[in-house]
């Protein structure tokens, strides 16, 4: 009898040991790995705020990086709708009426897409603004285009980064800066 309950207790230990490790019974070697760890992602969500004048401003972008791949005029093909970021389209949200490059934009939330080329860009406030990427872009919805000029940037920024200022905002990425004036 204390033989048939020391090996019904032994049995039950082994079973819960097994049963807490699953990938030592897949594996034959104890391996944990924390249920949250997840790889991070390859162009992760960010967020630009600030204040232009009276109004609030808020980008809601994905950031890609460069990895050592070239991208204007390759990853980001000239001439050509880009979403300017990854994933979704960028989002920006003014809180009231803004003049950008001189042009009146009203109070929303848009999807901002620009058209890239090596002189200037072609910078665009869609009122469709919850799309993915820009594969399903309509014209029809822009609600404002402007154009503004790139620049080199002082430093070259790995990852796709805005910039909320008092003049504007500023899409950096690369060796490349794309200021827009807003006021």
Do not use: H
């Amino acid at each position: 009898m204390k033989t048939s309950r020391a090996l019904l207790s032994l049995t039950l230990l082994l079973a819960g040991v097994l049963a807490a490790s699953p990938s030592w019974a897949q594996t034959g070697t104890a391996t944990t790995t924390p249920a949250a760890a997840k790889p991070a992602p390859a162009s992760p969500a960010a967020t630009a705020t600030g204040k232009i004048g009276a109004a609030s401003v808020t980008i809601k972008y994905s950031s890609p990086s460069v990895k050592g791949r070239p991208i204007y005029g390759s990853l980001v093909p000239y001439g050509q709708v880009w979403r300017a970021g990854a994933n979704e389209a960028t989002t920006v949200e003014f809180s009231k009426d803004v003049m950008v490059q001189g042009k009146k934009l009203p109070a929303g939330t848009y999807a901002l897409f620009t058209i890239p080329t090596e002189k200037d860009w072609t910078v665009i406030f869609n009122k469709t603004a919850k799309q993915w990427g820009a594969f399903k872009y309509d014209e029809k919805q822009d609600a404002l285009r402007v154009t503004a000029t790139p620049r080199k940037a002082p430093t070259m920024a790995e990852s796709l980064v805005y910039d909320v200022n008092k003049d504007g905002i500023v899409l950096r990425w690369e060796n490349l800066e794309v200021p827009i004036a807003i006021k």
